[in-house]
Every structure is written in C-alpha cells, then in structure tokens.
C-alpha cells in the first residue's frame, strides 16, 4: 500500500503584537494575535529534513512585528493582507499564505469623568477577527478575506420560545411558550474578491454586520436558535453587499428556571440558574447563491 504525504502546512501560531501610535499626545493602542500559516514546496522538509526552502517561523514573528510597524495595523483586514501577500509574493517557495489575527478591545480609562490619553481598560471578551488568505497555484492570484467576531455575548429575558420538537422514548424536555435565550455567538464572514480588490471601508462594513447580529437576535421572536441564525445571517449580507457568507456558530447558554417556592418565596418566573454545560450547539452558514463557494478560503 502506497503510502504519502497527503498534506502539510506550517506557520507561527499567536505572536502577540502590541502597537502603540505615539505620534500625538493622545495614544492608541491596537492590541493583536497573529498567527501565519505557509503553503508551497515544503516536502522535502518532511521527506528528507531538508529545511533549505523552509522559512523559519521565527523568520515569520519578525516579519508580523515589522509589519505591525510599517503598516501601523490601521485595519486588522488591511493588516492580514498586506502578511499574506508579502509571503505569497516575496518568498518563492511560498505558494499560499494564510493569516489570522484576533484584536483585543481596549477602552479608555476615565479620570475625574474625562478619558484618559494612555490608559485603557479591557473592555469586554468580545474579540474582532479578520483572516487573509492569498494564494499563486496555478498561476491565478486569489484572494479571499474574512472578517469575523468571537465570544459576542448575547441574552434575552423574552421573546423565545421552543415546541413542536420531535419527541421519543428519551425526551424529557418541556415545551415553553416563554424562555431565556443565551448565546456567546462566533461569526465569521466572507467578502467578495472584487469588493476587496475595489477596496471599501472594512471598519464600517464590520459594525454594520455586527450591529445586524445584535439587531436580529434582540428583535426577532425566536422560535428556536436555528431561527435566529438564519434571519441574523441574512440580515447582514443583505446590510453588507460586499460580504456574500457569513457562517455562524452559537452554543446555547441554557437558563433553567429555578424552583424558589418551594423556600416560601414567590415564584415569578424571575430567577434561573445559569447551565454552563453541557449546552446545544447550533452551526449555520448563510450565502449570497450569486456568488460561488470558496472552501480554499476557510481551510
């Protein structure tokens, strides 16, 4: 039985960036996570242990520092471009690049109710991701960009409800007209390639997608999470035109009502304890049909 190296890929995983602007008295901070991930004429480093077209990950760090610097990081979406183009571009074994990056939200520390010029606080676990993956094989350059969100927490005290589900020998859940519906949503979307090469204000276009996550989620009458999905999903291609997929992932962060009458208390429907685990796990991916699927782009 033949047996071969089927894949490989390599890269330098979470290279913690920090970039200050100190060009004016009031700074900036863009705090990242970068991570490169390299494809091309790398088989004879597995084959042979030959490393002489194999570019160090350290070499990898330095390049995402030096970049940071450069380009000053402006957008993360520009950012993990101008990576992945340099690698593709500069380094000829290099025949796809890939980088990820997650930024971190800081806000601005308030001193006798007046923000503060260099001190921040962490604002939240919500964090921005962005994703650049440039590729050269077969002679076409293809770029693909993703912009996305992770740990966006989300809680509603009314407007959901869950019935009508398939019942068997196991179930044991009730139906409820009236729930507490929870989620800490993970969206990652995809622009079209011509949006990108026309360029357009990414900043923007991820609020605006963000703000029809939230908008979706708050307003909607829920009939089950994988309704909710959906119409978020839509909503914000149909905001956005540049981005053309967007998938989703929510787990749902159960709220169990708890039974205080029993303790003489009345009981109001008002107190739940909060089920960390285990939680159902709820995937959706949302598509303009226009335009055609990309998998090279989320591999």
């Known amino acids: 039985m033949p047996i071969v190296l089927a894949d490989h890929r390599y890269g330098k995983a979470e290279n913690r960036v920090v970039r200050f602007r100190r060009d004016t008295a009031r700074h900036e901070v863009v705090d990242l996570n970068v991570t490169t991930t390299l494809r091309g004429d790398f088989a004879d480093a ?21 970049y940071a610097a450069a380009d000053g990081a402006t957008t993360v979406e520009g950012y993990a471009l101008a990576l992945a183009r340099h690698f593709v571009d500069d380094v000829a074994p290099v025949s796809a690049a890939r980088v990820d990056v997650e930024a971190y939200p800081w806000t601005r520390a308030r001193v006798g109710g007046v923000e503060h010029d260099h001190t921040w606080v962490r604002s939240g676990a919500e964090v921005r991701t962005a994703a650049a993956v440039v590729s050269d094989e077969g002679g076409a350059r293809v770029v693909h ?43 990652t979307w995809r622009y079209a390639p011509a949006a990108v090469a026309a ?67 009345p009981d109001r429907g008002e107190v739940f304890h909060a089920d960390d685990r285990p939680y159902g796990l709820i995937r959706a991916v949302v598509a303009d049909d226009e335009f055609p699927a990309a998998p090279e782009a989320w591999a």
Not at 165 to 181: M, S
Not at 232 to 247: F, S
């Open 46 to 66: 597995y084959l042979h242990g030959d490393q002489s077209k194999v570019l160090p990950t350290d070499s990898q760090k330095n390049t995402a520092f030096a």
């Open 145 to 187: 960009l993703l912009a996305g969100l992770e740990d966006l927490t989300l809680l509603k005290s009314t407007g959901s409800q869950f019935r009508g589900f398939l019942v068997d020998e196991y179930t044991t859940l009730p139906e409820t007209d009236d729930r507490v519906l929870a989620t800490s949503l993970e969206a």
């Open 199 to 265: 360029g357009f204000d990414v900043d923007a276009a991820h609020a605006a997608v963000r703000e029809a996550l939230v908008e979706q989620f708050a307003t909607l009458h829920s009939l089950a999470l994988q309704q909710t999905l959906w119409h978020m999903g839509r909503c914000a291609l149909e905001r956005v035109p540049e981005a053309v997929e967007i998938r989703l992932t929510a787990p749902n962060k159960h709220h169990v009502g708890y039974d205080v009458a029993r303790f003489g208390v």
